[in-house]
């Protein structure tokens, strides 16, 4: 089936995750469209930019498949770099047609944080994945440190830097982090992933039940 389905949500919510089990489930392509901000940030600083107060569009246009494999994009430098750089609107309208290029040949699960508002308005199905700042700060803590009890106060630190990202993200007057008004809203506080992807593959075969 070609289905498009977007998943939003804050920063750390799961719903990479989700997206990309989601989208092995049901054999469509996957985008974490986060990972074309990220690159265009690391872009720019590589090209002695900074990605808060110069252009960025040209960086945007000029991205390549490869920019989005690096492994050095989940670093708090880019975190901030790629949220700044996505209040540029031309960065945002060159990363645009790419997400519509990506999805609309053959479907797609599509992550971010304004595909069921702006980039696919009329997806089939819309997610909107969220937690609490505590619990997703503790989910990225084990993510980056891979240990099951945290220093409290770079936790602390995290789930600060967390919540600034979501407030600008939020707060942006440019396709802002907002939950479209037909997405369902799953909250994940109380969910490992494994119960996340049951409850919304079960949701696709209500919904898609032929
Ligand atoms: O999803 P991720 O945390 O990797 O995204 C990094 C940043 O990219 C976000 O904080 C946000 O500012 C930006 N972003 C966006 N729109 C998207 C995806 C990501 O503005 N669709």
Redesign the pocket.
């Known amino acids: 089936m070609r289905l498009i389905i977007a998943v939003?949500g804050?920063?750390?919510a799961g719903?990479?995750t989700l997206a990309k089990a989601l989208a092995m489930a049901l054999g469509l392509p996957h985008l974490?469209?986060?990972?074309?901000?990220?690159a265009v940030?690391r872009q720019m600083i590589l090209s002695g930019l900074d990605p808060a107060s110069d252009d960025g569009e040209q960086t945007a246009h000029a991205l390549q498949p490869a920019d989005l494999l690096r492994d050095d994009?989940?670093v708090p430098e880019?975190?901030r770099g790629?949220?700044?750089?996505?209040?540029q609107t031309p960065v945002?309208a060159a990363?645009l047609k790419r997400?519509r290029e990506f999805a609309t040949a053959s479907g797609a699960v599509?992550?971010?944080?304004?595909?069921g508002t702006?980039?696919f308005p009329d997806a089939d199905l819309k997610f909107f994945v969220t937690a609490s700042a505590a619990v997703r700060a503790l989910r990225r803590y084990q993510q980056l440190h891979g240990v099951a009890k945290p220093d409290q106060a770079d936790l602390d630190l995290l789930a600060a830097e967390i919540e600034a990202?979501?407030r600008?993200?939020a707060e942006?007057p440019v396709?802002p982090?907002r939950q479209a008004d037909d997405a369902i809203l799953v909250e994940t506080d109380h969910l490992d992933a494994q119960a996340v992807l049951a409850h919304a593959l079960s949701i696709v075969k209500t919904r898609f039940a032929t």
């Open positions: 939003d804050p920063a750390a719903k990479g974490d469209t986060g990972l074309l901000y990220r940030a994009l989940r880019i975190d790629a949220s700044a750089v996505a209040t945002r990363l997400q599509i992550d971010g944080r304004d595909i702006v980039v990202r979501d600008k993200d942006r396709s982090l």
